[in-house]
Structures are given as C-alpha cells and as structure tokens.
C-alpha cells in the first residue's frame, strides 16, 4: 500500500538542469525526514540530499552542495530534487526515501547509504549526464 514513484530521470548534457519528483502514496511525507539517494553502476549508494521532518535543516555533501536542493509539497504529498549544473559524475539512478528519525543524522544516513534502508523506498529513476 505504501509506495513512492519517482519520475523526470532524463538524458542531459552537462551543465544542464532536471527536476526529480517523488509522489508518495499509503503516507504522508509531512510525518518524515526525506531524503534522496542515488547508485552509480559499480559504486555505493550515495546520499544526496536530506530534509528534515520539519524542514529546519537540510543535509548536502559536498559532491552536489550548491548544486541540488531537496523541496517538498505538502499538499500534492509529493518530494523534489531540483538538480542543477549537473556533471557527468551525477549519472546514476536516483532514488527518493524516507527516514526512521525526523532529523537527517549522520548516523542513520550511513546506515541507510549502507543496507538501503530501513525507510520507505523508491524503485529509482535514471539520470544520464553527457560529456
């Protein structure tokens, strides 16, 4: 019943910009820190974005700091990664998720970059950046 569909992976020339959107269904985003997640081929899962629960603080490495911001909308129940300036580095499947704690810990994120989990999950979408 739970489910969290992803959508807006496209192929991209670097430099350019996507909007990722997350629709959640059987919960509401409003009750959970979000986060964003994304698995190049051969490579560890890869935190990229977090907000928290009340949307006071927001996590970013420094990969994409600057680059990529974490929005949501209440109403359409829905989360955003706006990704801009995007490199060839950011090609991967992005994935949307949502934590077990409120705030984005660095504790929990590790956890979940590690075992891909135990939150809510997306199945992904492909992001393709050319060179």
């Known amino acids: 019943e739970v489910q969290l569909v992803e959508s807006g992976g496209d192929l991209v020339q670097a430099g350019g910009s996507l909007n990722l959107s997350c629709a959640a269904s059987?919960?509401?985003?409003?009750?959970?820190?979000i986060t964003w997640f994304r698995q190049a081929p051969g490579k560890e899962l890869e935190g990229v974005s977090c907000?928290?629960?009340?949307?006071?603080?927001?996590y970013y490495p420094d990969s994409v700091k600057g680059r990529f911001g974490i929005s949501r909308d209440n109403p359409k129940n829905t989360m955003y990664l706006q990704m801009n300036s995007l490199k060839p580095e950011d090609t991967a499947v992005y994935y949307c998720?949502?934590?077990?704690?409120?705030?984005?810990?660095?504790?929990?994120?590790?956890?979940?970059?590690?075992?891909?989990?135990?939150?809510?999950w997306g199945q992904g979408t492909q992001v393709t950046v050319l060179s």
């Open positions: 998720a949502t934590m077990i704690t409120a705030i984005c810990d660095a504790e929990n994120r590790a956890i979940m970059a590690r075992v891909r989990g135990p939150g809510h």
């Open positions: 059987g919960l509401s985003l409003q009750d959970y820190a």
């Open positions: 907000l928290s629960m009340n949307d006071a603080t927001t």
